[in-house]
Structures are given as C-alpha cells and as structure tokens.
C-alpha cells in the first residue's frame, strides 16, 4: 500500500466525530492550530485509525477479488511504499503501475492533501485501482476508524499493533509516472527524442507539489523552462493561491509568459490534479476555453463522442461542440469528391458540479452504450477514457504538449497558436459573474428545516416565476439547480454541495444583460428572509 510514513498507534480519550471529517469522497479537517474557531480535529491518533480503516475496507474489498497477496496488507501487517512528494494522479496511477522490481502496482494509496485550503487545513484522498474511493466506502472508513480509535482509547489496540509490523520502503515513484509522461509526448512526435526542442515553456506551480513537471518532463523533451516560478513546495503559499480558476494566479502565470517571452504558460493547482495554460499572446486557457482545446483534440481521435461537463458550463461551449467542430467527410462508399457532407461535431452533455460527478456520468454513459471520451469541470479537473478516467493536470497539459508536438513535425517553427486556433469560434460572454446566496441556517423562517429543503423551495418558487417571463426560457434538460436563458445570456441557480448556500452563475454579452437577468433571480428570492442576498443586490447596484 502506498502512504505517508506514520508513527505509532497513539491512544486517545478524546472523543472524536468522524463523520464530521467527511468531504465528498474525500477526508478534510484541521491539522494546524492557531486558527480562532478552528480546532485541531485532524490529530496523529484520528489519522492513524483512518488509515488502519482504509487497510481493513481495502482487505474486505479485495478478498471479493481474490486478492493480489504481494504487496499491501498480509496476515503479518501493512507493507508500505513511500513515495514521499508526490500528486494526487500518480497516487493512483501506482496502482496500475506494472513494475515488480519497486513492488508495483500497489493495492491501494493514500493521499496526504487539502488541496488549496489554507495552511493549517489537510486530508487524504483513496484510491484503488478501480479509482477514486466514492462517499459510501469514506463513510464506511470513518465508521471503522470511529470504532478502532475507540478500542485505542480503551487499550484493545491488539488488531493495530500486528498491522504495525509490515515493512516501510521508500520509492521515487514521481519519477516512474514522470517517464510514462514523456513516453507518451515521444510518440505524439514519432519517437523523436526531444520534440519539444526550442520551445519554451514557463510552469508555474504555485509552491504546491507540480514542480517535478519542470525537471522531469519537460527538460528531458528539450523544451526552455527557464522563468518557471514557485517550484518549491510551501504550504503557506507565499506567493498565491495555486487555483487555475484564481484570478491572481493565472495573472501570474500570465506575467511570466510575457516577461520570459515564452511559447507556452502551464500553472497547475496543489496537488496537480488540475491545470490551465496560457499562450504565447497571454491567452488564458482555463475554465470554459480550457474544456473547448481539450474538446478539439479529443474530438479530432474520437469523432462524434460525448463531453460531459459540469453544470456552470456555457452556452457557447455547448454551441463550440455540436457544431464548431463539425468536419467536411468524404462519402466512405462513393469516394467522390462531389460527395462531400458535414458531419456534425460532438455531443455536449452538461451534467453536475462535482468532479467525481462528472467523471462517474461519463463512466455511467459509455456502459449504456453512448461513447464519451472526456469528462471535465469548469475548475480544471479533467478526465480521460484513455488515462482510466484520472482527473490528472499533468495528463491534461501532456495532451496539449502531444499536439504541439505533433505540429511541430511539420512545421519546427509552430508555437502556441497551434492551440489557440483550436478555438477559434468559441463564442465569450462578455460578462461572467458567480454570486453566492448564503442561508442562515438559524433564521426562523427555516421553521426547524434543514438548510437543503429551504434551498430546494427557492430553486421551485424561481421556476415557477421564470415559466410567467416570456423573456425567460427554462433550459429544458437541466440536473441541476434552475437553468434559464434570456436576454442573450443564461444564469444559474444551484444549492451547494456541501454548504448551506445557493450559488448563482450569470453569463451575458452585456452588463445591461446581465442585471436583467439579476433582477429575475432577485424578484424571486427576495421572498426568503433567511436567505442573505447582500451579495446579489451589490451587483445589481453597481
């Protein structure tokens, strides 16, 4: 199993709610303190039970599958690879990794991160070789380390200690996953050895764990990374936030390309599971632009495929796919050229908010019969069929390096715009705004409600509003929150994931434009005292 070397077992008194620590399908809490309101509750006794829970679910999952006894937990304990730095898609491409002489692939990895969140925040992320763990194998973890902290506390700690007896080695996996990397950008170019020579890239990592992009893959396909920019990982970041859609973040990749005079700006997140690029002319290539370039590519292998995106996307994505990337087709049967047809482009499948969301739709389409080759979100996380439906930053800008690569053949002195051109015709709103519409949970109106069903009664009193405005039109397959196009443009409203907040999306091709359809979402839910519209009426106002 891969891990993070731990110490022993320590017992404790305190009483711990796990359930509490549960994020999605991931594990988030306080690990720092020092922070008014936030007490530590990711201690070194609540992680250790965790992890003897993931071990104990993993041996219980895999004894259905005949388990692999090579490697992970035996009768005689858990043996672990340490792997050190690393990002979160290599954690769990070390369980598909086949190579015996580092004891690969791996039953299971843990992932130590909180991503973006502030300092004295952490995690941990599971993964098996089926991928990412779901919400019902973290709570059942939880449940198993609530019940094997207990049994630490009271001294029944006979089941850890024999699991404390494996074996702990230390491996440069980050190298391994490195090399498959440049493998595939070498065959993009037909096996040139350094297709990337005389180009110059700048990375940004935003002092998280994505510096290794510089020395270990670009370096050794010949590119100029001279100017890449906080490499060494700090947790404090000291320099931004590392957050492909933070604005002072993508400035500062931005910057960098300008000032090195680079070809090419790569800015990844924390722990590289997301990305975005820049071009040589300062273009951002993130959120809607980023999922239209991958579209172009994917549809260019996969004709015709589905793209599923989460719910924030744009109208003229939608419009970019289904019919910007259409192709003129020769007849396969006459072989005429007078017989030429238009052949529509992709399908786009707008789905949920939540990675795991979009990439568990794209699985779930293509074992119905409906062929989808690329899941993405607005965010940056991205999955392909092809990469086992990882959502890997790193995969995602080696698709991008592939294509240039590929140009490169033909043409040695191609930069960026070989990828800027792919989207040329995607269609911008002018203005892009997300408001956040919080409920007071303590409010009255709430009647002792949870906050969920006084969200879900505003998202029905808005549609019933929006079916009166002839101006308005409810957009009519929607999975997520209410949907509406008018006055050019489209807005959103959504209840949180996690959080006891509505959050409101409005695209519009003017400011005008956009307060119109403010003021739609405003005439509905003012009717909502514990709903806090401050923030929308500022806009309005503005």
Sequence with gaps: MAAAQGSSVVSSSAKVDFLKLQNGSDIRGVAVGGVEGEPVNLTEPVTEAIASAFAAWLLNKKKADGWRLTLGITTAGHDVLQFGLASTPAMFNSTLTEDEINHLPVDGAIMITASHLPYNRNGLKFFTSAGGLNKADIKDILERASRIYEDSSHGSTQELEQASKGEVSNVDYMSIY?????????????????????????????????????????????????????????????????????????????????????????IFDTDVDRSAAVDSSGRELNRNRLIALMSAIVLEEHPGTTIVTDSVTSDGLTTFIENKLGRLVLCSICLSVAHLFYDKGGKHHRFKRGYKNVIDEAIRLNTIGEESHLAMETSGHG??????????????????????????????????????????????????????????QNHADLKGGSFRDYGEAVLKHLENSISKDEH?????????????????????????????????????????????????????VSEFPALDITALNKFLQQ
């Design 178 to 266: 490195a090399s498959d990397l440049v493998k595939a950008v070498r065959k993009s170019a037909g096996n040139k050895e350094k297709p990337l020579e005389g180009l110059h890239i700048v990375v940004d990592a935003g002092n998280g764990a994505g510096g290794f992009f510089v020395d270990k893959v670009l370096k050794p396909l010949g590119a100029i990374t001279t100017g890449s920019q906080f490499l060494e990982p700090d947790g404090m970041f000291p320099n931004h936030i590392p957050n492909p859609e933070d604005k002072t973040a993508m400035k500062a990749i931005t910057q960098a390309v300008a000032d090195n005079k680079a070809d090419l700006g790569i």
């Design 383 to 440: 999955a392909l069929k092809e990469n086992h439906w990882l959502d890997d930053g790193a995969y995602l800008m080696v698709k991008l390096l592939n294509k240039l690569a590929a140009a490169r053949i033909l043409n040695p002195n191609v930069g960026s715009k070989v990828l800027t051109d792919l989207v040329e015709g995607l269609e911008e709103a002018s203005v892009t705004v997300e408001i956040r519409l919080k409920i007071d």
């Design 472 to 524: 308005l039109c409810k957009a009519p397959k929607n999975y997520e929150g209410v949907r509406v196009s008018g006055y050019g443009g489209w807005f959103l409203l959504r209840l949180s994931l996690h959080d006891p907040v509505l959050p409101l999306n409005i695209e519009a091709p003017s400011k005008d434009d956009a307060i119109k359809l403010g003021l739609a979402v405003l005439t509905a």
